[in-house]
């Protein structure tokens, strides 16, 4: 059982920056990858950037260039740098995190609003 705890939420204006973090209850050594994903009101959740064990990033289109995620094993912490926000980037942003046996957990959640 993995439980992960975000935090760094809150209200910006459109060109800011904010950094989450993603704090995990299980030695990183666990875990073989991590991800941010966002839910906006009335749309799907989707993948916004994802780091294995290996240091490997993916990203969504649309934040490629803003957004950098990183993972510091040593704190079994996952961290996702955001700059040059925009409005459409405001939604609930999750953290999850897939086991070596495949499982996947959540974390409750993060508010990011982006005022224009």
């Known amino acids: 059982q993995v439980q992960l705890v975000e935090s760094g939420g809150g209200l910006v204006q459109t060109g800011g920056s904010l950094r989450l973090s993603c704090a995990a209850s299980?030695?990183?050594?666990?875990?073989?990858?991590m991800g941010w994903y966002r839910q906006a009101p009335g749309k799907q959740r989707e993948l916004v950037a994802a780091?294995?064990?290996?240091?490997?990033?993916n990203y969504a289109d649309s934040v490629k260039g803003r957004f950098t995620i990183t993972r510091d094993n040593a704190k079994n912490t996952v961290y996702l740098q955001m700059n040059s926000l925009l409005p459409e980037d405001t939604a609930v942003y999750y953290c999850?995190?897939?086991?070596?046996?495949?499982?996947?957990?959540w974390g409750q959640g993060t508010q990011v609003t982006v005022s224009s």
């Open positions: 999850r995190a897939d086991d070596r046996l495949g499982f996947a957990y």
């Open positions: 780091i294995t064990s290996g240091g490997s990033t």
């Open positions: 299980a030695s990183m050594f666990s875990i073989n990858a």
